[in-house]
């Protein structure tokens, strides 16, 4: 049975860089390429609006069955605009599922998520996630990094989140919300509330590391440790 699990992202951000910057890969984790991990990239969005193959994925070990994103009714592709080609145009929630491979076991799934879109003013990513874990739960997004919107008006920003356990499979909906702004965001009484959308998404790069459980963890140390003495027994 599926269980969606909602989170939304909230503030506390470094800044990675400044300035024109290209969308490929400018924010990674700081366990990318190890092992158990799955590293995917969406920029063309071939095949839309079906199951689109990203451009360039790998997992750690390998065997795993690829990553794959489609889109809903809210979502259209543009063959370009403010400078970048192949770009999605979102107008309601709900516009591109990502089914992401998983390992099997381990303790909890760490999540980033790095994001390339058309920066519109208090405009924020919005993710849910959906797993099969009845007790199941997600930690709250964190914006990990974040580039200074270019000459066009594009950003790219990484958030991070933890799936508690780590599930036997993951699916991610990306949506926009209205960001706590600085300054908020100001509406006349009687208003309706500011929309997030149209929102437009030039690329998507997910990483993923399914953490081993701590029993696991204290093993491979052991099995480090003891390597270890060996090598150190074999120069005495």
Request: aromatic share 10%.
């Amino acid at each position: 049975m599926k269980r969606l699990l909602t989170l939304c992202a909230i503030t506390g951000f470094i800044l990675a860089a400044a300035g024109p910057t290209a969308a490929d890969n400018v924010i990674t984790p700081p366990w990318a390429g190890l092992d158990r991990t799955v590293h995917a990239e969406w920029d063309n969005w071939t095949n839309f609006p079906n199951t689109m193959p990203p451009d360039n994925w790998d997992s750690l070990p390998g065997g795993l069955d690829s990553p794959s994103a489609s889109a809903g009714q809210t979502a259209s592709l543009l063959s370009s605009l403010e400078g970048r080609n192949n770009v999605i145009e979102l107008t309601g929630d709900g516009g591109l599922l990502f089914d992401m491979p998983n390992f099997v076991g381990g303790d909890y799934k760490e999540v980033w998520i790095q994001v390339t879109y058309y920066k519109m003013p208090d405009q924020s990513p919005f993710f849910n996630v959906y797993t099969e874990e009845e007790n199941g739960y997600v930690t709250e997004s964190v914006l990990e990094g974040s580039t200074q919107p270019d000459v066009n008006g594009w950003v790219t920003e990484a958030w991070s989140f933890q799936i508690y356990p780590n599930p036997d499979w993951e699916a991610i909906t990306l949506s926009f919300s209205i960001s706590d702004g600085n300054p908020p965001v100001i509406q006349a009484a009687g208003g309706t509330p500011p929309l997030p959308y149209p929102a437009y998404i030039d690329q998507v790069v997910i990483d993923t590391m399914c953490v081993p459980e701590p029993a696991t963890m204290a093993l491979l140390g052991l099995g480090s440790l003891a390597l270890l003495r060996k090598r150190r027994a074999g120069c005495n």
